[in-house]
């Protein structure tokens, strides 16, 4: 899931949005997704538009109690820890009910798979899902760059940084999560 950010006439908006990655021969590759007709993403769609992609990852406050250098000298404070993917690229829209068919079966078949029984977008009503595919369009952020930041208390010291974990992990949930990404080399 992304959070789709783009500038529009009325400013910068931004969509939670599932997306798939289409890799390319000749460049980057691209992200796929589409948007409900009333969203003002694709409005703007008509002249050159930066869009942004957040991919973010498991994320968690950190403590400072959980440093042992808190005992030591006192100098330590608040953090927070995360993991985040950021991917820039040319924004554009197509409002062309083929291409976006194309892509609702793939996003249909990409996340339906892990059930034993998948539902398929031909299961539904040929009229029906003529009527959702109107009242949406296809979007795409063709890639220029990616970037990863990941901040997991890497400018601590080791026992810190294994307190901090040891701490995050009794929280459980997405703490858990943060502190797993923490022991990763």
């Known amino acids: 899931m992304a959070q789709l950010v783009t500038m529009t006439a009325d400013g910068l908006v931004a969509t939670p949005l599932p997306m798939l990655y289409e890799p390319s021969v000749d460049s980057m590759g691209s992200l796929v997704g589409h948007v409900a007709r009333a969203n003002k993403h694709w409005a703007q769609a008509t002249t050159s538009v930066e869009a ?5 990852g498991p994320n968690a406050y ?7 250098s808190k005992r030591e000298h006192g100098k330590v404070v608040p953090t927070w820890n ?3 993917v950021h991917v820039r690229g040319e924004f554009v829209a197509h409002d062309d009910r083929e291409w976006t068919r194309a892509l609702v079966t793939r996003l249909t078949e990409r996340h339906e798979s892990q059930f034993a029984k998948p539902w398929a977008v031909t299961d ?3 009229d029906y899902l003529e009527s959702m595919l109107r009242a949406i369009v296809g979007v795409e952020v063709r890639i220029s760059s990616i970037q990863a930041k990941r901040k997991l208390s890497q400018n601590k010291p080791e026992a810190d940084i294994a307190g901090a974990a040891a701490g995050l992990s009794t929280v459980g949930g997405e703490s858990a999560q943060v502190a797993d990404a923490m022991r990763r080399p």
Do not use: D, H, K, R
């Not at 942004?52 to 973010?56: G, H, Q």
């Not at 950190?62 to 042992?68: D, G, L, M, Q, Y």
């Open 52 to 56: 942004l992609a957040i991919f973010s």
């Open 62 to 68: 950190v403590s400072p109690n959980w440093f042992p």
């Open 82 to 84: 995360y993991e985040t």
């Open 124 to 126: 539904a009503p040929g």
